[in-house]
């Protein structure tokens, strides 16, 4: 093992997976995570893998030990509920019940519902080039994989039962199963009661819900499932997981499935819970009611860095993922970017950005940050990245654009982010009398300034205003600015503001803002 002295979360769930590896003998450490295919893949999912592959990246640096990462599909799953944002709903109506692998696709691209979700995920993780094996749960039932980890269930059924029984209701008890049959004529999952089991014969028998008649059934090959907590930790058992992450609202059903996983011999994985993400209302984002953002929808306004250092960020903290929190995290990216490119090796490691897929070497303009490009879109309505240019060669003189296309990438996002956010929610407001005089000085002061004056002497007079006519809290003087000159709550630097936009210019802008043009 390589001596890491980082404290970075994934570098510590490495550490104990790799103290959890060396006590076992096997040629590969298996990380998992799951997904199920009852919608198309979200933000959530994007997340649980990146998260995941950064604990790998981690895993790597401290030793030489194989890995492999499985993103596993329930795709035999019956489908309780038609998910809200489908086409052809009326038709996948009539198939509630069965496996997701056995019902039409409602787009008429595939075969079935699963297959077409399942080459979404595919597409959706090979897009950012994650490495992976998928799995789907219906062809390990179909094929036997699965068929000694089923017979182990069957052999500790009562002890299952002892574990699981107490955590349901009276109702929900006097029918429990961990097997759910399939109908043969229906195809339908059943949740019903069974009545004997055979575990000589690897059989188990039932009354049919709707022919009361009794049937009976194998467990193997897919013709039972197992209900999903036990499915977990049968799963862990034969795929021999050593790690998975779960969301918080899972704590429980892990704390099960491990108790179901030791009873049928196995050890359950090492395991890190994440917090949820929340919409704009403070609400779980989730793939049935499509509330949230889309890895589209944010991509189309960040660069991908942005977005996964969002998913690195404090993982168990709830965090509100809607386009408000897009501009920050750009500008937490630039940040960490400046520091990282002059960093050594060893201290990139102790960086957020050693785990995100990032294109460093990019050059970037010092003392330009996201918040003063849309700032910049918001104050000339910017259509195209050509007008926020013409301030930056304002502030840097001439500037060799294809030097800088990682700038020219910005410049596009910000237009594009200042024309779907900022300029629907403009809102200006009248200065009080207070502030009316406070930008009468600022006026008379920058008349007076010299066009090469830094941005930090611009912020100093500012200040010396605010100080001056005794703004309490100070910050109100600032806000002022920004609700009255920009028409926002909030906004850059002033001082930065103010150097970019051109001094000419934001004379003319307050003195427009107050009336006097």
Not at 461 to 471: A, Q, R
């Given at each position: 093992?390589?001596?890491?002295?980082?404290?970075?979360?994934?570098f510590v769930?490495?550490k104990?997976?790799?103290?959890?590896?060396?006590?076992?003998?096997?040629?590969?450490?298996?990380?998992q995570?799951?997904?199920g295919?009852?919608?198309?893949p979200?933000?959530?999912t994007?997340?649980?893998?990146?998260?995941?592959?950064?604990v790998i990246?981690?895993?790597?640096?401290?030793?030489?030990?194989?890995?492999?990462?499985?993103?596993?599909?329930?795709?035999?799953?019956?489908l309780r509920?038609?998910?809200?944002?489908i086409?052809?709903?009326?038709?996948?109506?009539?198939?509630?019940?069965?496996?997701?692998?056995?019902?039409?696709?409602?787009?008429?691209?595939?075969?079935?519902?699963?297959?077409?979700n399942?080459n979404k995920?595919?597409?959706?993780?090979?897009?950012?080039?994650?490495?992976?094996?998928?799995?789907?749960?219906?062809q390990?039932y179909?094929?036997g994989v699965?068929?000694?980890?089923?017979?182990?269930?069957?052999?500790?059924?009562?002890k299952?039962?002892?574990?699981?029984?107490?955590?349901?209701?009276?109702?929900?008890?006097?029918?429990y199963?961990?097997?759910?049959p399939?109908?043969?004529?229906?195809?339908?999952?059943?949740?019903?009661?069974?009545?004997?089991?055979?575990?000589?014969?690897?059989?188990?028998?039932?009354?049919?819900?709707?022919s009361?008649k009794?049937?009976?059934?194998?467990?193997?090959?897919?013709h039972?499932?197992?209900?999903?907590?036990?499915?977990?930790?049968?799963?862990?058992?034969?795929?021999?997981?050593?790690?998975?992450?779960?969301?918080?609202?899972?704590?429980?059903?892990?704390?099960?499935?491990?108790?179901?996983?030791r009873?049928?011999?196995?050890?359950?994985?090492?395991?890190?819970?994440y917090?949820?993400?929340l919409?704009?209302?403070?609400?779980?984002?989730?793939?049935?009611?499509?509330n949230?953002?889309?890895?589209?929808?944010?991509l189309?306004?960040?660069?991908?860095?942005?977005?996964e250092?969002?998913?690195?960020?404090?993982?168990?903290?709830?965090?509100?993922?809607?386009?408000d929190v897009?501009?920050?995290?750009t500008?937490?990216?630039?940040?960490?970017n400046?520091?990282?490119?002059i960093?050594s090796e060893?201290?990139?490691?102790e960086s957020p950005?050693?785990?995100?897929?990032?294109?460093?070497?990019?050059?970037?303009?010092?003392?330009?940050?996201?918040?003063?490009?849309?700032?910049?879109?918001?104050?000339c309505?910017?259509?195209?990245s050509?007008?926020?240019?013409?301030f930056?060669?304002?502030?840097?003189?001439?500037?060799?654009?294809?030097?800088?296309?990682?700038?020219?990438?910005?410049?596009?996002?910000?237009?594009?982010?200042?024309?779907?956010?900022?300029?629907?929610?403009?809102n200006?407001?009248?200065?009080n009398?207070k502030?009316?005089?406070?930008?009468?000085?600022?006026?008379?002061?920058?008349?007076?300034?010299?066009d090469?004056?830094?941005?930090?002497?611009?912020?100093t007079?500012?200040?010396?205003?605010?100080?001056?006519?005794?703004?309490e809290?100070?910050?109100?003087?600032?806000?002022?600015?920004?609700?009255v000159?920009?028409?926002?709550?909030?906004?850059?630097?002033?001082g930065?503001?103010?150097?970019?936009?051109?001094?000419?210019?934001?004379?003319?802008?307050?003195?427009?803002?107050?009336?006097?043009?």
């Open positions: 093992m390589i001596d890491i002295k980082s404290n970075l979360w994934p769930e490495a104990k997976i790799l103290k959890r590896f060396n006590n076992l003998e096997k040629e590969y450490c298996i990380f995570t799951g997904y295919p009852s919608g198309l979200h933000i959530g994007f997340g649980e893998v990146l998260r995941t592959s950064m990246k981690a895993f790597k640096k401290l030793t030489d030990k194989k890995v492999k990462l499985f993103v596993f599909s329930d795709d035999m799953d019956g509920k038609v998910p809200k944002n086409p052809n709903q009326n038709l996948i109506s009539q198939h509630l019940e069965k496996p997701l692998s056995s019902i039409p696709d409602p787009f008429q691209e595939f075969d079935s519902f699963s297959e077409y399942n995920l595919i597409n959706f993780l090979e897009k950012f080039n994650f490495d992976f094996e998928f799995k789907s749960a219906t390990h179909k094929d699965f068929n000694e980890g089923l017979e182990s269930v069957l052999l500790n059924y009562e299952i039962l002892n574990v699981i029984l107490p955590t349901l209701g009276k109702e929900r008890r006097e029918s199963s961990p097997f759910l399939v109908c043969e004529q229906t195809g339908k999952v059943l949740q019903v009661k069974i009545d004997e089991i055979n575990k000589k014969s690897n059989t188990l028998i039932y009354k049919h819900p709707e009361n009794k049937v009976e059934t194998s467990i193997l090959d897919g039972c499932k197992l209900q999903w907590k036990v499915d977990w930790a049968m799963r862990w058992y034969v795929l021999g997981i050593d790690y998975e992450m779960n969301g918080k609202d899972l704590i429980e059903s892990f704390q099960l499935s491990n108790k179901i996983n009873i049928i011999g196995g050890r359950p994985p090492n395991n890190f819970t917090e949820l993400f919409d704009q209302n403070g609400e779980k984002i989730s793939k049935s009611i499509g949230g953002i889309s890895v589209d929808d944010w189309e306004f960040s660069p991908r860095q942005s977005l250092l969002f998913m690195f960020q404090n993982p168990t903290r709830a965090k509100r993922l809607y386009f897009i501009p920050k995290m500008d937490d990216f630039l940040k960490y400046k520091e990282y490119k960093m060893d201290k990139k490691m950005l050693w785990f995100v897929n990032n294109e460093i070497n990019q050059n970037i303009l010092d003392n330009l940050s996201f918040s003063l490009i849309l700032n910049l879109a918001s104050v309505n910017a259509e195209t050509d007008i926020l240019w013409g930056i060669e304002n502030y840097y003189g001439k500037v060799d654009k294809e030097k800088y296309p990682y700038l020219e990438k910005l410049l596009q996002f910000g237009v594009e982010y200042y024309n779907k956010f900022v300029l629907p929610e403009k200006y407001r009248e200065p009398e502030e009316i005089l406070g930008f009468k000085q600022l006026i008379n002061s920058l008349k007076e300034v010299e090469d004056i830094k941005a930090e002497d611009i912020q007079i500012i200040y010396d205003i605010g100080m001056s006519l005794k703004f809290p100070l910050k109100e003087w600032f806000t002022a600015f920004y609700q000159i920009l028409g926002q709550d909030q906004g850059p630097r002033l930065s503001f103010i150097k970019f936009y051109g001094i000419k210019k934001t004379i003319s802008l307050v003195k427009e803002k107050l009336g006097e043009n």
